[in-house]
């Protein structure tokens, strides 16, 4: 948690929830004014839909061999 909160690593999965609360909780924080996010998710548009799936495919660069 200590390591995530230097690196401004925000921790999202569901199944981290009550641990990430009680931290914060214990720092006198709370998720709300938490402000380590550097990202922000882009608005939906078909074009960024698009662009979203070309970018995963050209970095991940997978070969399907058969």
Same mark, same amino acid.
């Given at each position: 948690?200590?390591?995530?909160?230097? @690196?401004?690593?925000?921790?999202?999965?569901?199944?981290? !929830? @009550?641990?990430?609360? *009680?931290? @914060?909780? /214990?720092?006198? !924080?709370?998720?709300?004014? /938490?402000?380590?996010?550097?990202?922000? !998710?882009?608005?939906?548009? /078909?074009?960024?839909?698009?662009?979203?799936?070309?970018?995963?495919?050209?970095? *991940?660069? /997978?070969?399907?061999?058969?």
């Amino acid at each position: 948690m200590k390591a995530c909160e230097d @690196l401004s690593i925000e921790i999202t999965a569901k199944e981290a !929830r @009550l641990f990430v609360d *009680d931290y @914060l909780k /214990q720092k006198g !924080r709370s998720r709300a004014n /938490q402000s380590g996010s550097k990202t922000k !998710r882009p608005k939906f548009t /078909q074009e960024a839909f698009v662009d979203a799936i070309v970018e995963f495919i050209v970095a *991940d660069d /997978q070969v399907h061999v058969r």
